[in-house]
């Protein structure tokens, strides 16, 4: 309350479950209007659920709760908030590095010339999928018809070390570990195909930063990706399903000229839906509302 008051604050905008729950507190306490995002639920640990049943009810107590997605919207609702308090604003894409030329990117994760480079970016969690991504690389194994493979995998997490393991000695495709890499999206140039095999989203960034790099992209149907990619711009599988992954990955990398054409359609798709000032002309008609007293 403190610090709201010292800004001269006119409004408290949060973001996640420590920031709804405090800054939401703090923000009602100054007597502001409090506006949160959600970005979607992760579930997981008992421990998970408990924090997110919290941050559910801190919600309910927002003057409005932006949601990123349209399923994400509906579970809002479906948790207790007024319909008329939740507002559908996908994510938005804006450069915020130069991107490497496709040759330096490579070199700079080490893609051998002649590989076909997969890309996968995230945090290395259950939520995220990579243990799906490992298994459907092992189905495809190491020795499949095409150019050799090499998967990059870009980002940290608790299951880090666990899934190192699994590729240390194994008989699928190259995986090299990268770790977390500052502007990640600068490395997306480097890739032939683009991978997100998550359990859950909401509009996920690395997403939109692969179709901005032109990069095709194989998903898992979750949150907003449909929305993002549309049924017919990316190869949609269900989600937790190795099999269907593994298809997919494989029938993009067959035909390159149709996974291009796809990324092509993508990349309009987002020009035309995701830009940043339609997103921020979306917020600050929202802040004006609220500002001017409705609810």
Known sequence: MRLAASTAADLVHTHGYRSDVIGGSAGRGAGLPVVSTAHGFIGGTRRGQLNEWIQRRALRRADAVIAVSEPLRARLVASGIGRDRVHLIPNAWAPA?????????????GIPDGAAAIG??????????????????????ASSPGPPLEVSIIGEGREGPALRARTAAWAGPAVSWHGMLPDASRYFSAF??????????????????AIAAGVPV???????????????????????DPAALAAAIQAALRDPAAARERARRALKRVADHYAAEPWLDRHDALYQT???GAR
């Open 192 to 209: 032939d195909l683009y991978v997100l095999s998550s359990r859950t989203e909401g509009t996920p960034i690395s997403l939109l930063e």
């Open 218 to 240: 194989v998903a898992a149907a979750v949150g907003g990706v449909p929305d993002v990619t549309g049924m017919d711009d990316a190869l949609l599988v269900p989600p937790d």
């Open 97 to 109: 590095a130069a991107p490497l030329s496709r040759a330096d990117a490579r070199s700079a994760l």
């Open 120 to 141: 996968w970016v995230g945090r290395l969690g259950f939520e995220k999928g990579p243990d799906v991504l490992l298994d459907a690389l092992a189905l495809i194994g």
């Open 290 to 292: 609220l500002l001017g």
